[in-house]
């Protein structure tokens, strides 16, 4: 079969390269219109590789249905994940669906889809593997924005979980439109119609029931699912590997089992009335078939749930049923995938940004070649009007970087403009580096197929690549070559950056001899270009290296890769929180001589330096570069550099004063042509992120330190002045004042504040808060119940809710009876779920999860995010630190 497949697509590309031009179009719309990039979206344990495993086994990408519980799965394909049983890397798996069968040529699509549905041919799916746990939140987020859909998995008998929460929110942000799979309804306690109602009151959709579970005998094994769009059951064969389903229309059932009949009946009503009131279509169809529900064709009910399903933001969300580990509805759930997600071509334009300044990318292509772009008097305006642009033959988006045992370092891109073709040189704007693409990929499962070129649109992996790291954006360019740089502007663009908020745990790393340096620098240079949200520092004092990561699992992650995957020679440090400093004091400017030798070379330079808190002074010169509507920032004063706080630098603002040299000079007649200004102020601030590393307190990173510096070339330049002596005298220059400050008035230290949302049942609300408040020093910002609207006043961004959400009455929402609960369940279990909402400091949310379980009899769940580092007080800083000392 796979030969087959090989075969076929390179005649494909043959055929590809040499049809006419318009021909050429013409196919690769067709094949973009066959094309779905999902991912699929779950809490932890909600079934989402055991579905993935179903999902290629019944594609026919592989012969045997993996077991997650036996490690013999295809995409959780690191052993840590196999250990875990959890899904760390997301990586993309390509598979055909439906299946093509054997020497079947490509079909193109009709042009309506009246009589036969899109799932009646074959289409490519991409499916991207996105990791479930909290502390992968930034993994989630990078695969989110290239999905062009998502398939939500929730576990029947837990129902909405926390996470599921969370990870809803954020796929909603990118509007990516979603489905619902409620998986394990064969287990003890499963509940289809709480989940649904749960669907509805705490993920404010509307969800549009398409399918029931069907019990045997009505309270036996669950076997099957009533289809309430094409109004019949379908019946899994007991025992066997799923493939076989028997068909039963709902006539046929009035006579075997009537009461699911009517049910049937009962959800397909329903889901009219509910796509009536959210597609204008279906309430002309509804008249035209004399009001009568069942009257109407399923291949329009299909349609009208498309539409809704595309609609931003979405409303409604259509929900199937299944059981993936019974081999229970993974087929409908497919060609729910090919019927109702979208493709590349019907999502919305994407987001570029240029030094923090957006618009959509089709806008930023069409930009009239507009005159220079840097020009002092001219307003710029809001939108990216870069004259470059034009320049641009290629844009695409590496959103995940893996090591791969065989085939050495993957990068998986998902291409947005243009085409990647083998052997191009891309530019990387993150880096600002370019790069050839030796090698090009397309993945099926574990098994590579080597292509020519990824097309717009496409996700596909290069490989061969040296530089480029998870969420770098990687451009085409006019006239690039390895050596050059785009001309200006455009080595900044960014496709859909994201935020990642900074590290708060971190570990030491120590390797087992001077030999095995060079091979654990190198692991952990793979490991950081996998992902980039761990955080690498080596002290050049004390020789100490630093990784820093999201969460506690994330560091211990980290560290199986590294000793197990890659096998370094390493001591790995207890993982701890990771404090941070701050100067409590304002020094005075002072002067610093760098006269010394660097490689061999004499080395000289001159600066002044000073520090302040940064909250106790306003940027004098410059406001900082926001997402302002108009162009501010060409006002700015070129002599003088601000750099805002950022999380990269720890929120450290930095000021350069450089008078007489102006930073929009190319170069200046009194510096060497190896100093351009742009260089001496990348040495400075390379020379004061080191300095900030590492604090005199206790060696924690500075945070909310306000640098100034001062560079006059008419006093601090010498003949000797290099880059290295720049860096260098910055460094030392700051290192000075910050420890005079800590001398002056002692640094205090800071920690990381979550922002935690605890869910909890009404009954343990009160020991639940009472333990976040007065054991773990928490302040409670908010008490609601599921279904009342959010009230939280806290300006933090993390509580921020979702401007889209509405609020959905359980009690208008159709579900069918769940025949193993009592009918109050619904009533009991949604409307006593409370959520608290608390600023919590890290330190005490440590080993939160099993003392929450203990408070709640297991039924409590949270999230948490960092919310920021906040001072601490005089007799917890104390505690902290002596704890330090006693078992450091
Ligand atoms: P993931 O963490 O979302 O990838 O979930 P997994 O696919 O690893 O499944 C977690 C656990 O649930 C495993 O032990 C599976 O065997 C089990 N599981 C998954 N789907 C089903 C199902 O439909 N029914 C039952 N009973 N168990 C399931
Ligand atoms: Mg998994």
């Not at 949200?533 to 290296?545: A, F, I």
């Not at 959905?808 to 369940?825: C, E, G, H, R």
């Amino acid at each position: 079969m796979r030969f087959e497949w090989v075969w076929r697509s390179r005649r494909a590309l043959r055929y590809n390269v040499t049809a006419r031009r318009l021909l050429a179009t013409q196919v690769a719309t067709q094949q973009l219109s066959k094309t779905r990039n999902i991912g699929i979206i779950a809490h932890i344990d909600a079934g989402k590789t055991t579905t993935t495993e179903r999902m290629l086994y019944y594609s026919g990408y592989t012969r045997r249905i993996g077991d997650v519980d036996e490690g013999s799965t295809v995409t959780d394909f690191l052993p840590a994940e196999r250990a875990r049983g959890i899904t760390i890397q997301s990586a993309a798996i390509t598979f055909d669906w439906p299946p093509k069968a054997p020497n079947q040529k490509d079909q193109d699509l009709p042009t309506s889809f009246d009589v036969v549905p899109r799932s009646s041919i074959s289409h490519n799916v991409n499916l991207i593997d996105t990791p479930g746990h909290a502390d992968f939140t930034f993994e989630v987020l990078r695969s989110l924005r290239v999905l062009d859909g998502a398939v939500c998995i929730l576990d029947g008998v837990a129902g909405v979980e926390a996470q599921t929460e969370k990870v809803w929110t954020q796929a909603g942000t990118y509007q990516i439109p979603r489905i619902i799979f409620v998986n394990k309804l064969d287990r003890v306690g499963a509940a289809f119609s709480r989940t649904v109602k749960e669907i509805g009151v705490r993920l404010h959709v509307w969800p549009a029931v398409c399918q029931i579970p069907w019990f045997k005998g009505g309270d036996g094994d669950f076997f099957g699912v009533g289809d309430a769009v094409n109004l019949r059951g379908m019946l899994w064969q007991g025992a066997s590997d799923g493939r076989e389903i028997n068909a039963f229309s709902v006539r046929d059932l009035e006579k075997t089992d009537a009461s699911f009949a009517e049910e049937i009946k009962k959800a397909r009503v329903a889901l009219v009335e509910l796509l009536s009131e959210h597609d204008d279509t279906m309430v002309e169809l509804f008249f035209e078939h004399d009001e009568d529900h069942l009257a109407i064709p399923g291949f329009h009910i299909v349609q009208a749930l498309r539409r809704v399903v595309n609609q931003t933001p979405q409303t409604v969300i259509p929900v199937f049923a299944g059981a993936s580990f019974r081999n229970i509805g993974v087929q409908p759930l497919l060609d729910a995938v090919v019927d109702l997600l979208p493709n590349p071509l019907e999502r919305p334009d994407s987001v570029v940004s240029i030094e923090n300044r957006s618009s959509t990318l089709s806008e930023l292509l069409a930009c009239p070649s507009a005159p220079v772009a840097k020009s002092k008097s001219q307003k710029s305006p809001s939108s990216l009007a870069v004259a470059e642009a034009k320049n641009i033959q290629a844009c695409a988006l590496a959103f995940k970087v893996v090591n791969d045992t065989k085939r050495g370092i993957l990068v998986y891109v998902r291409v947005y403009h243009g085409s990647i073709d083998r052997g191009t040189i891309l530019y990387n704007t993150n880096l600002q580096v370019a790069e050839r693409a030796p090698r090009l990929l397309k993945m099926y499962a574990n098994d590579a197929v080597e292509v020519d070129s990824i097309q717009t649109g496409q996700i596909g992996v290069i490989t061969g690549l040296k530089h480029a790291r998870t969420g770098d954006t990687l451009i085409v360019y006019k006239g690039l070559s390895v050596k050059s740089q785009p001309s200006s502007g455009l080595n900044s663009l960014q496709l859909r950056p994201i935020h990642v908020p900074p590290p708060v745990f971190f570990t030491s790393i120590e390797p087992h001899s001077l030999s095995e340096q060079k091979n654990v620098l190198d692991a952990l240079a793979i490991l950081l270009r996998e992902d980039p949200s761990l955080h690498l520092s080596v002290d050049e004092e004390s020789g100490q290296t630093h990784l820093a990561g999201m969460g506690d699992l994330h560091l211990e992650i980290a560290r199986d890769r590294l000793l197990n995957d890659f096998k370094a020679k390493a001591r790995i440090g207890k993982i701890e929180i990771g404090y941070r400093e701050t100067v409590t004091t304002t020094t005075s400017p002072q002067v610093y001589n760098l006269d010394r030798t660097i490689a061999g070379k004499p080395a000289k330079a001159s600066i002044i330096a000073s520090v302040a808190p940064a909250d106790e002074i306003q940027p004098l010169v410059t406001e900082p570069v926001k997402e302002k509507e108009d162009g501010e920032k060409d006002d700015e004063d070129p002599y003088t550099t601000y750099f805002p706080p950022t999380t990269d630098t720890d929120s450290n603002p930095l000021t350069i004063h450089h008078p007489s040299l102006s930073r929009f000079l190319e170069s200046h007649p009194s510096l060497p042509p190896t100093l351009p200004p742009l260089t001496i102020l990348t040495s400075l601030r390379t020379g004061v992120l080191a300095a900030l590393s590492r604090g005199p307190l206790a060696s924690y990173p500075l945070s909310q330190t306000h640098i100034t510096l001062t560079f006059d070339a008419s006093s601090h330049l010498y003949p000797e002045t290099t880059a290295a002596a720049l860096s260098m005298a910055a460094r030392r220059a700051v290192l000075q004042c910050i420890r005079e400050a800590n001398e002056q008035s002692a640094n205090a230290l800071m920690e990381p504040v979550m922002a935690v949302r605890v869910f909890v049942n009404e009954g343990s609300l009160g020991s639940v808060v009472q333990d976040l408040v007065s054991v773990r020093g928490g302040q409670v910002l908010s008490l609601d119940s599921s279904e009342s609207p959010s009230t939280s006043t806290s300006s933090s961004s993390s509580f921020t809710p979702d401007s889209q959400q509405f609020l959905i009455n359980p009690a208008k929402i159709y579900a069918p009876p769940d025949p193993f609960t009592s009918s109050d369940l619904t009533h009991s279990t949604t409307n006593t779920t409370r959520e608290i909402v608390a600023r919590v400091p890290l330190k005490e949310m440590v080993g939160y999860l099993n003392h929450l379980r203990a408070l709640t009899g297991g039924r409590g769940t949270f999230v948490m995010s960092v919310d920021g580092f906040e001072k601490m007080g005089k007799q917890r800083q104390k505690d902290v630190l002596e704890a330090m000392r006693e078992f450091g």
